[in-house]
């Protein structure tokens, strides 16, 4: 299959000597390009992983703003510079600090315990450790860069101290943070040692961002057991200490989205129209093409997906050449055991499911373990009839409202799992429980046998949706919450 990573040549961002500071910046664990070695030494920069860079990228470009975070490799930092009408600020974090603070305190701690526990949550006190002093260096590279009065926009669960550790530094500067996946209820959040703050590092910050209202709500809470908060409605009150003035701070729902024009237009492109007839033309023109589009990330449910899918053609509901499912499948996140074990477990499952029923020149699964470029995103997704987003739990999950921004012509259809932010958004898709297997295995015989003239209606809801909140919206109202932020004492 065609398609490359984006790759950004360190020749094409400016390196500037001279201190800059600016009135707008962000602050997030990685910046939008990672720096990647080549073997002739030369410096590459590939696009970021990730549905928080989609998003923010969209944002940034045309604003002159700065941009805070790890390049991606261990150790020394590049020289800050410009890239894209942006100012990327790159974070130094050691081999150490990769371990500790990335893959292990966030991903081997917060990020099972923020999603359900669906693996046990690893605790470790040296972890901790390292995550406080990596958000200490966040919030300094982020107090250099911000100019007086400056708005800072902190995101996701890396940086969950940051808000505070910059308003200790900063007290001129407004901060908001946004998180981009889901807020634990209080009974699953209980469990960290470190709950208390964490909470009191967010509390600094002057507007708090969700996905969705339950995600505010289990703040809310926390913050009152944990913290003796007093909260009412969506406003967090912390009670004055070592005479500081008592704090009121808000926690809403402000959904994230696309670049919905930008992506449809992509998707209009003659380019991208071809390029979707080759991928269906190469797969054998099958009657039914299934996609599915993730993190290689145990939270996106791809297991339970193959498994429908696998029982769909031991059930004799589908076969081979009629139906094929492309699995693209991002790498992510792969030191970390509950990753290596995932990628084990599909890949076996791959190759069982192939095995069992593919026939010469017709292949059950195309597995591709691989990142593409927009273009090529967009075409996989006009041509396929059927999306498969089945995750556990996840914040938002772009891809789903990806899908829909390419589907111009009311073609394809929607499985969306009722545990993301997008199915509060997009219910009008074919909703599946992944857990209830053979309910999930309905729900695709249902998305690939349904009637067209309805799948169309269903399609055409969906845009209206999508392209009513996208991206800019998103953005706009974060930051006319946080400029109303913090609200005068009454
Ligand atoms: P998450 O943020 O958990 O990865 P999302 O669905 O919200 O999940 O966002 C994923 C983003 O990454 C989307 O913008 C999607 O297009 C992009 N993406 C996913 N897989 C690939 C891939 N293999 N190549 C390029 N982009 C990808
Ligand atoms: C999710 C998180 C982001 C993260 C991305 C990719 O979208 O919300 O914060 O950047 O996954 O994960 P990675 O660990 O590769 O940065």
């Known amino acids: 299959m065609g398609g490359s990573p984006t790759r950004i040549r360190t020749k094409g ?34 696009r970021s992983p990730g549905g928080l860079v989609t998003a923010m990228d969209s944002v940034m ?31 130094p974090v050691s081999a150490e600090e990769i371990e500790h603070y990335y893959e292990g305190f966030s991903n081997d701690t917060l990020w099972p315990i923020y999603h359900d526990v669906i693996v046990p949550a690893r605790f470790r006190r040296t972890w901790w450790h390292a995550y406080r002093r990596v958000n200490e260096r966040f919030a300094e590279a982020v107090c250099e860069v911000a100019a007086k009065g400056a708005t800072v926009w902190v995101h996701d669960y890396q940086l969950q101290l940051v808000p505070e550790l910059v308003r200790e530094r900063r007290p001129d500067v407004r901060i908001g943070w946004f998180n981009h996946i889901p807020f634990p209820p209080v009974e699953l959040f209980a469990q960290l040692p470190w709950r208390a703050p964490l909470l009191r590092g967010l509390l600094g910050a002057d507007y708090l961002g969700f996905q969705r209202t339950a995600d505010a709500q289990n703040f809310v809470r926390a913050c009152r057991s944990y913290l003796g908060a007093t909260t009412k409605g969506d406003r967090v009150t912390l009670p004055a200490e070592d005479g500081q003035p008592t704090r009121t701070v808000r926690a809403s729902a402000v959904p994230i989205s696309i670049d919905v024009a930008s992506l449809t237009e992509l998707a209009r492109s003659e380019s991208v129209q071809q390029r979707a007839q080759e991928i269906r033309a190469s797969l054998g023109d099958p009657k ?11 939270t996106k449910g791809i297991r339970h997906r193959l498994k429908a899918y696998e029982e769909l053609f031991e059930d004799g509901a589908l076969s081979c050449p009629d139906v094929t499912l ?44 691989q990142s593409y470029d927009r273009a090529e995103m967009a075409a996989l997704y006009l041509a396929a009839d059927v999306m498969l987003v089945t995750p556990l739990r996840d914040g938002m999950n772009l891809v789903a409202k990806e899908y829909v921004a390419c589907r111009h012509d009311l073609g394809g259809a929607l499985v969306l799992s009722e545990f993301t932010g997008a199915y509060h958004e997009l219910s009008q898709a074919f909703i599946c429980n992944p857990h209830d297997i053979e309910g999930l295995k309905q729900t695709i015989m249902r998305a690939i046998t349904g009637d067209e003239r309805t799948k169309r209606r269903m399609m055409s809801a969906l845009r209206k949706r999508v392209t009513h909140n996208d991206v800019t919206r998103w953005a706009n109202h974060f930051l006319a919450n946080l400029e109303a932020s913090p609200e005068k004492p009454a």
């Open 326 to 369: 492309v699995q693209v499948a991002t790498p992510s996140r792969e030191r970390v055991d509950a990753y290596k074990r995932l990628r084990t477990q599909i890949e076996t499952t791959v190759g069982r499911i192939n095995g069992t029923y593919s026939t010469v020149g017709a292949t059950a699964v195309h597995y591709l373990h």
């Open 288 to 298: 039914t093409l299934l996609l599915g589009v993730d993190r290689l990330d145990y």
């Open 61 to 91: 470009r045309g604003r002159d703003g700065a941009w805070v975070g790890w390049a991606g490799t261990p150790g020394e930092a590049p020289a800050p510079f410009e890239s894209e009408g942006m100012w990327l600020h790159p974070v």
């Open 13 to 46: 961002c400016t390196s500037v000597d001279k201190q800059t500071t600016f009135d707008f910046v962000v602050a997030a664990n990685r910046l939008p390009v990672d720096a990647v070695e080549r073997e002739d030494g030369e410096v590459e920069w590939r």
